[in-house]
């Protein structure tokens, strides 16, 4: 199993920046890739980025492509995710996930964490 434990979500004006955290923990040497997903209000949850935890491959979604950068941290196993030129429409619950077998880094993963609040406002 897999544990993930986000960090740094909270209130930011539009075009400021936020750095978000997701610490691993457990079976970490199995993780394939590790990525980012949110869910605002009455909206689905929604791919927004992901790396592979050996290669460092990262993806993004259109929507943040150019404002958002994911990262990792081996050593610590730890994956970041800078948010810069925050738009209201950032806004969203933002979750790390983990996905150990490999498949589509955009929509397969096995664990979740929690979640942590981001706030855009205008």
């Known amino acids: 199993q897999v544990q993930l434990v986000e960090s740094g979500g909270g209130l930011v004006q539009a075009g400021g920046s936020l750095r978000l955290s997701c610490a691993a923990s457990?079976?970490?040497?199995?993780?394939?890739?590790l990525g980012w997903f949110r869910q605002a209000p009455g909206k689905e949850r929604e791919f927004v980025a992901a790396i592979t935890w050996r290669g460092g491959n990262t993806y993004y979604a259109d929507s943040v492509k150019g404002r958002f950068t994911i990262s990792r941290d081996n050593a610590r196993n730890t994956v970041y995710l800078q948010m810069n030129s925050l738009k209201p429409e950032d806004s969203a619950v933002y979750y790390c996930a983990a996905q150990m077998m490999g498949g589509s880094v955009y929509s397969e993963y096995d664990y979740w964490g929690q979640g942590t609040q981001v706030t855009v406002s205008s």
């Open positions: 457990g079976r970490t040497f199995s993780t394939y890739a």
